[in-house]
């Protein structure tokens, strides 16, 4: 079997722009990968059609070389772009190779350790601004099957904030735990926005709620700040979503500077660099909580891996996504019940996107930044769920 054509799709999603590629072989078979890396689709989607040229005529079950092949050639052999469109053309070569052997994506990653996967939602909380507001779409989330839910409380914060931006946090994230009760978990989200001691500051004022975790307190740039967060820490810290190398992933663990550790499967290689990161962790006795805000075949990819990793937690899961997502993969088949999602069961990723569809959603550029506002309190009218819900026992 030889590939044969590539194909890119960058597609609106409102939030970002999915980035998606397609490999065809000359046996007929496709196989569909993502690359989703928010604010830098394009310059992805160049990267995975400059990488790509490598694979036309290759053979994609020889997955790993060629992986190792295109890094290999990318003298630039560093940065988001670069590691985004291997994840998504390693993604591809496994879709492939699963569909042509029979088999779905985690049994060619050394097989299952679960069936199904507990999830977390994001993306619930757009357009609350007063505790009161969170509250309610907290509890309307939990109508949807979740039981477990991820929020930034931090307003526009950047770097540090003032006393009754502090007071604000405090309230909304009481009146969330208020609202859900004692048993449902609850993940604080900072996205890097926060310094040291601010951040140490709102772990001790937050830790009264019980959160699960305190992800990316502070910017992701120095690994001895994130250990000194960690050591002050009363709550558990979680980070890894903007990591993409390997090493960096050895350095944080080395440093002690991470409970929870988040690869974005998307982002750090493919999944079986990610599966190496998990073990990587699991060394180091830590759960991987994998890094999935992305689109559709980005998640069948992480639930696949979320299947091949012993020491898997909970998998980040969008709450709604917009409205053409049903169009673009029209076979998506995901249900949750009671907070857990099945993994896909189907040859390969156990998704297709329709190429036709991509095209009626081109590209539109977003600019969004949590401590503008901008990406929490707008969303699309009609943002809808993705999955069906399964209620009862």
């Not at 009146?175 to 310094?195: F, K, N, S, T, Y």
């Not at 988040?262 to 990610?274: K, M, N, R, S």
Request: with cysteine; proline share 7%; net charge negative.
């Amino acid at each position: 079997m030889k590939i044969t054509a590539l194909r890119t799709h960058v597609v609106d999603a409102f939030r970002a722009n999915f980035v998606f590629v397609v490999l065809e072989t000359d046996s007929g078979l496709k196989g569909v990968g993502e690359g989703t890396l928010e604010m830098r689709e394009r310059a992805t989607a160049a990267m995975i059609e400059e990488c790509g040229r490598l694979l036309i005529g290759q053979d994609p079950f020889a997955t790993d070389h060629l992986v190792e092949m295109m890094l290999r050639d990318s003298y630039w052999r560093t940065g988001p772009v670069l590691r985004s469109a291997l994840s998504a053309l390693e993604a591809a070569m496994l879709d492939i190779k699963g569909k042509a052997l029979g088999v779905p994506a985690y049994q060619l990653l050394g097989g299952a350790h679960r069936d199904r996967v507990r999830c977390y939602a994001n993306a619930w909380f757009a357009g609350a601004r007063e505790p009161e507001e969170f509250a309610r779409k907290a509890e309307a989330t939990l109508e949807l099957g979740f039981r477990a839910l991820k929020w930034d409380p931090f307003g526009t914060a950047w770097m540090g904030m003032d006393g009754a931006a502090r007071r604000r946090a405090v309230a909304i994230v009481r009146a969330v735990r208020d609202a859900v009760g004692p048993d449902v978990d609850l993940m604080i989200e900072g996205h890097g926005r926060l310094d040291v001691p601010t951040a140490i500051a709102m772990a001790d004022e937050l830790a009264a709620f019980k959160p699960a975790w305190f992800e990316e307190p502070i910017p992701p740039d120095s690994i001895d700040a994130m250990a000194e967060v960690k050591r002050r820490s009363p709550i558990p810290i979680a980070t890894g979503e903007r990591l993409y190398e390997p090493h960096r992933f050895q350095d944080i663990l080395a440093k002690g500077a991470v409970d929870i550790l988040q690869p974005d499967v998307c982002h750090v290689g493919g999944l079986a660099e990610t599966k190496r990161i998990a073990w990587l962790a699991g060394l180091a006795l830590k759960p991987v909580a994998p890094h999935n805000p992305m689109g559709p075949v980005g998640n069948a990819m992480t639930l696949h891996l979320a299947a091949a990793i012993p020491n898997f937690l909970i998998l980040e899961t969008m709450a709604t996504d917009v409205p053409w997502r049903a169009e673009i993969v029209p076979g998506e088949d995901l249900t949750l019940h009671d907070g857990w999602m099945n993994i896909p069961a189907a040859p390969g990723l156990g998704i297709e996107i329709d190429e036709e569809a991509c095209a009626r959603h081109p590209y539109q550029p977003y600019d969004l930044r949590h401590y503008r506002g901008t990406l929490t309190d707008i969303r699309p009218a009609k943002a809808t769920p993705f999955f069906r819900v399964r209620r009862g026992g």
